[in-house]
């Protein structure tokens, strides 16, 4: 049997994989974020190129992004 990653199983569930864009990603495709939220992390990346691996911020850095 094939081990598959997590990312490969919630794409069987979720559109994009989990992956939800930013709603600050700018329109034209510039500034383009993308959040993958789990129970115990969060995963984000540049929906420009989903080849570069994703950044999994501390969860205090990432409630800080979040009170701005």
């Known amino acids: 049997m094939t ?3 997590h990312n490969e199983r919630l794409a069987d ?3 994009n ?3 939800r864009k930013s709603s600050y990603s700018d ?3 510039n500034n ?3 959040v993958l939220t789990e ?3 969060v995963q984000v990346r540049d929906s420009k190129d989903t080849t570069i691996p994703a ?3 501390r969860n205090s850095a990432w409630l800080e ?3 701005v």
Do not use: M
């Open 39 to 41: 129970p115990k992390a």
């Open 55 to 57: 950044c999994v911020p």
């Open 27 to 29: 329109p034209t495709g």
């Open 65 to 67: 992004v979040l009170a």
């Open 3 to 5: 081990d598959v990653s």
């Open 32 to 34: 383009c974020v993308e």
């Open 17 to 19: 994989g989990g992956w």
């Open 13 to 15: 569930h979720f559109p």
